[in-house]
């Protein structure tokens, strides 16, 4: 019986020294001694409204060349202006916020191209009778309003959003501590997170 209580006993003192050992080489470097905090990386919001000036400027730029007559560059700045605004979502961690404005976007092309297509399909006189598509002009007006609302909207909120995100990042964490209960003589890892 004598053997098993020093077995146990070492068992114990090789925990308590793993566990001692483990918190200690998580907290180097930080002030709290006991705890380690791991969280996300802040995103500068600046930065993230940076990119999504500029990704919405180059596509206006280059739609405004493709209106001048160099051509190549219309379908150019209408594929950028559908990405462009989003970068500074994912620069700033909000991939799902990038792709609901590529989204919204995508669908004011769509409509803009069903316009066109609609009015070249009158124009050319598919339906038996030419007409020169005036109605459609009013859809394809929409479906430019709606790409350029959308990349408005991304100028306006991507630096409440990333600040927001970086508010979300710092509540969340996650914590290891060590833990000895001196009326039962156990020793144990704490583990906190929040959120």
């Given at each position: 019986?004598?053997?098993?209580?020093?077995?146990?006993?070492?068992?114990?003192?090789?925990?308590?020294?793993?566990?001692?050992?483990?918190?200690?080489?998580?907290?180097?470097?930080?002030?709290?001694?006991?705890?380690?905090?791991?969280?996300?990386?802040?995103?500068?919001?600046?930065?993230?409204?940076?990119?999504?000036l500029v990704g919405t400027a180059?596509?206006?730029?280059?739609?405004?060349?493709?209106?001048?007559?160099?051509?190549?560059?219309?379908g150019i700045g209408l594929a950028?202006?559908?990405?462009?605004?989003?970068?500074?979502?994912?620069?700033?961690?909000?991939?799902?916020?990038?792709?609901?404005?590529?989204?919204?976007?995508?669908?004011?092309?769509?409509?803009?191209?069903?316009?066109?297509?609609?009015?070249?399909?009158?124009?050319?006189?598919?339906?038996?009778?030419?007409?020169?598509?005036?109605?459609?002009?009013?859809?394809a007006l929409a479906g430019v309003?709606?790409?350029?609302?959308?990349?408005?909207?991304?100028?306006?909120?991507?630096?409440?959003?990333?600040?927001?995100?970086?508010?979300?990042?710092?509540?969340?964490?996650?914590?290891?501590?060590?833990?000895?209960?001196?009326?039962?003589?156990?020793?144990?890892?704490?583990?906190?997170?929040?959120?």
């Open positions: 019986m004598g053997k098993k209580i020093r077995a146990h006993k070492g068992m114990t003192f090789g925990l308590v020294l793993a566990v001692l050992l483990f918190s200690t080489t998580l907290s180097w470097g930080h002030d709290d001694s006991t705890q380690q905090s791991l969280s996300v990386k802040e995103k500068n919001p600046k930065t993230a409204f940076l990119l999504t180059v596509p206006l730029a280059a739609l405004a060349a493709g209106a001048a007559g160099a051509e190549d560059f219309g950028g202006l559908l990405v462009g605004p989003s970068l500074g979502y994912f620069y700033g961690g909000l991939a799902w916020r990038g792709l609901l404005g590529i989204g919204i976007r995508g669908i004011g092309v769509g409509i803009m191209w069903a316009a066109v297509w609609g009015a070249w399909k009158e124009a050319w006189g598919w339906d038996g009778d030419r007409a020169n598509g005036e109605e459609w002009v009013g859809v309003g709606i790409m350029l609302g959308s990349a408005l909207w991304d100028l306006a909120d991507v630096k409440g959003a990333v600040n927001r995100r970086n508010l979300r990042a710092r509540e969340r964490t996650l914590a290891f501590a060590p833990l000895f209960n001196p009326r039962t003589k156990t020793v144990g890892i704490t583990v906190r997170l929040s959120f």
